[in-house]
Structures are given as C-alpha cells and as structure tokens.
C-alpha cells in the first residue's frame, strides 16, 4: 500500500467546489465569496471535574449565511480541529441547498473523547459547551441550530435545548435552537434514523433510474445486492437494516473499529450491533468470517459499498483497489478528491455525500419548523382524512347491499385506507419526497449536459447555483 500524503479535508471539499464551479456562470468574485467559510470561533473553556480543572476546545464555524439560520451537527470527537469543522460547515451549505431546506451552512466540534467521562460530566461539558456557544448567538433558533453529529445524540441535544431555554426564560421559540432532540423535548419523530433512512431512500431512487443503474455497470433493483457497510454507527446501522429489511439487500460486510465481519449469505444489523454494545467490537461474532484488517475489507468484491464513519476513508492508497462499483457516501467526506478522481476514472459510480446522507438535516427541518409552529405533524389532519376515507368505505358498502353485489373490502385494506397518517408517516413522505426530488435534479444535470460526468459534479453544480441565486437575490 502506498502511503501517500494527501490535501486536508476542507481542500479535499474546495477542490471538489473548484471542478464543479468551472461548470456555473457567476459574475467575477461571487464564486469565491460563496466559497470562503464566512467564521470559525474558538471557544476554550475550563469545567471542574475530579478535583481539577480540565480545559476545553470546542468550535463552531459559519460557513455561509446566505440563509439563516445556519445549520450543522456538533461533533464529539478528540481529532476535531478548525479544518475539519470548516469542511464539514462548507459541505452543511452545500447539502442544504441542494435539498432545499432554508438554511446556511455551519458545524461545530469539540475536542473530546467522550467515552472517558462519566454521564453527569458530560452533561456539564455540554452545557458549558452551549453556554459558550449560545452567549455568541451561535445557538439560535433564527440564526444558528446545531444539531447531531459523530459522537453525539438526542441526549446531547436536550441538554443543549435546556441550557438555552434556561439563558432565554422567554423565548417562546426556545426549543428550535437545536434539533434531533429527544421526543420529550420537543424532537420529532424519525430524526434518529433518518441519514440512514435517507441512504436508503437515495438508492431507491438511484434503482429507479435504469439508465444511471447501467452506467455504474449494475442492473435490476436493490434486491440480492452485494452491501458492505464501513461504520455500524447510527447512520450506517439504520442504512444497512432498512436496506436488508425492506428492499432485500444482502449485508455482505461490515467493518468497524476493531476489525469486519464478512458472510455472503448476509448479516443482520440488528444483531451486529448487540454484539458490538456487548463486547465492545465485532470481533468474535459467531457463525460469520473475522478479518482483523478491516480496511482490506473495502476492496473486497460487493455491489454497493456505503462508507458510513469518518472522513478520508477512501484515499489515494487504496481507491485503485476498490472493487465496488457504486459507491454512496452516508459519511461526509469519505472519499478525498485524488480517490475521486481515481475512482471516476475506473467508471465507479458515486453517490455523493451532499446529497446521500441529507436525510438528517432534512428531518433537522421538519424537527425546526414543528417547533415554530408548536404543534406536532398530522394533529389537525388525521381524523380528519380517516373519516374522509370512511365516507367513501362506507358508501362502497352501501351500494353493495343496495344491489346486491357480494363486494367485500379485505380487511386489512379497509385498516389501512382508514389509517389517517401520523407524524412518523409524513415525516418519511416528506423526507422519500425531498431525497426523490433531489435525485431526480442532479440526475438531470448528469444526463442532459456534456460537460458533466459525474453526480458529485452535478450535485454542486445544482447547490452552487442556488447559493448564488440567493446572493443575486439580495444583491450582492
Ligand atoms: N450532522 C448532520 C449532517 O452532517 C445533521 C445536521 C443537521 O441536522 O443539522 O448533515
């Protein structure tokens, strides 16, 4: 294996911008302006935990305002630095308009590794964290809404809403300062699977276009493909379970920390991950093959590889090896520009990251705006719509009796079109709608312009453009 050093992760996302923008007409400076990250503040602070006191490095970066609030996770994590949270804050931008949620691009870090600490510590982390953080206005629900990300979760998220709601007593709109917070605390439901939802939505959509399905070599639906997952974290697991679940894929891998499971009969998720929450890795697994190199594991044969965990994973040592012809990026910036480049040229397919792993900040949308509008998805409507659906059963009855006709609804049908929809049920529409829509575009771009060869491409192009859009829009 080569080991060849490779540009940082924000010039593995400025260089992708570079070869997408050569492709958009803008008026001279406008594209550098929508590249340039517009803020990264740095926070240190100290929290007294066993007996002394420990100093913090957290920040939060703003990479473009052209909508606010801006939005992005807050990751957890003892690599964070200032260039990852700056490309992570870029690619936030670019994911939310190419999916059309109204917002800007941010993202924020601190430098920790949370399985050290105790719960009760990592709550006073957090808030002291927020309370950094939210004095500066980089919490808010007009103006910048974290949200989860590598290493943090709903828990996280609800002290960060509590500790906001304690420093603004009355703001009524308190609770859209964060989202992916737990349902108690004003979150929504399906936030929690929702990147790996949308993962799974993507590809459907991909498989609903033959044409795109050819190019990568493929063919058919998502039925008896070969998957192999790197990361069982929450996007990867939910990924790689609806896809086996629900659409018939066959988990041929799966590689964590501590090295992958491979079985060509299939993995179920499910189990996987007990096994992981009980021992602490894959290793050990019973019935299935251990491979202690789990990064070899990405060059093994499969259909659809979906690196799922941290940045760089695919990189100029090992993209020439990689056998999978259709890659989907459910992490953020799995892959750096020189893979890319290695990768497109072998003809591999990539879904990239801005779109495919959108579900989240979609869902972060849906979770934002019932927070403004104080009152859950389908309270209003479903009563409503069922005794709408049962005018009609019932009328269909009628004439049955009337004229004897023998018609009998299947009882399961009359269950299911009574069923008015609940919050989880259009919070999914909303999202299949958003990860369709946004598929069915960049796939346009791809297919009908000459000069594009690539959905990485079309993707910026399409969010590119909108940013600047808005700019023209405000006159700048
Ligand atoms: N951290 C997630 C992402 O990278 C979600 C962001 C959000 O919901 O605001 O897209």
Request: charged content about 25%.
């Amino acid at each position: 294996m080569l080991d060849v050093k490779e540009p940082g992760f924000r010039e593995n996302v400025d260089l992708m911008f570079h070869r997408a923008v050569a492709h958009v007409d803008l008026p001279p400076g406008l594209a550098e302006k929508i590249q340039i990250c517009n803020s990264t503040y740095t926070v240190r602070f100290g929290v007294r935990l066993r007996g002394k006191i420990e100093t913090f490095v957290g920040y939060r970066s703003v990479h473009s305002e052209h909508m606010e609030p801006v939005k992005g996770g807050i990751r957890f994590a003892p690599e964070v630095n200032q260039n990852e949270v700056e490309a992570l804050a870029a690619l936030m931008t670019y994911k939310c308009a190419l999916v059309e949620t109204p917002f800007g691009g941010s993202k924020g870090g601190l430098c920790i590794d949370p399985r050290k600490y105790e719960e009760h510590e990592l709550e006073q982390i957090t808030r002291r964290f927020a309370y950094e953080l939210a004095k500066r206005d980089l919490i808010h629900p007009a103006q910048n809404v974290p949200a989860p990300d590598m290493g943090t979760g709903e828990r996280e998220m609800a002290w960060i809403a509590d500790q906001y709601a304690r420093m603004n007593t009355t703001d009524i709109n308190a609770r859209a300062c964060v989202t992916g917070k737990p349902l108690n605390s004003g979150g929504i439901k399906g936030r929690v699977e929702a990147t790996g939802r949308g993962v799974q939505y993507a590809l459907r959509e991909f498989f609903r276009h033959p044409d795109d399905v050819k190019k990568a070599g493929l063919s058919g639906s998502l039925a008896g493909k070969r998957v192999i997952v790197q990361g069982l974290g929450n996007v990867g697991f939910h990924a790689a379970k609806f896809l086996r679940e629900e659409d018939d894929a066959i988990i041929t891998a799966v590689i964590e920390r501590d090295g992958a499971l491979v079985s060509k009969d299939g993995l179920d998720p499910d189990a996987v991950r007990e096994w992981i929450g009980q021992n602490g890795g894959v290793k050990g697994f019973p019935g299935v093959d251990y491979v202690e190199n789990g990064q070899s594991v990405l060059e093994m044969d499969c259909d659809i590889l979906i690196p799922a965990a941290l940045e760089g994973v695919i990189n100029i040592n090992n993209a020439g090896d990689i056998k999978a012809p259709l890659i989907i990026e459910a992490a953020n910036g799995p892959i750096t520009a020189n893979a890319d480049e290695i990768l497109r040229e072998k003809g591999v397919v990539i879904i990239p990251d801005l779109y495919a792993n959108a579900g989240g900040v979609t869902v972060s949308y849906f979770e934002w705006v019932k927070n403004l509008s104080h009152i859950r998805f389908g309270r209003m409507q479903r009563r409503n719509e069922e005794a709408h659906a049962l005018l009609l059963v019932k009328e269909l009855e009628r004439l049955s009796a009337d004229k004897g006709l023998g018609w009998e609804l299947k009882p399961d049908f009359k269950r299911r079109y009574l069923q008015g929809a609940d919050e989880l049920q259009l919070v999914r529409s909303g999202l299949d709608d958003t990860m369709r829509k946004a598929y069915q575009d960049i796939s346009e771009t791809w297919n009908s312009r000459s000069d594009v060869h690539d959905l990485r491409t079309a993707a910026f192009i399409l969010a590119i453009e909108r940013v600047a859009a808005s700019y023209r829009a405000k006159g700048l």
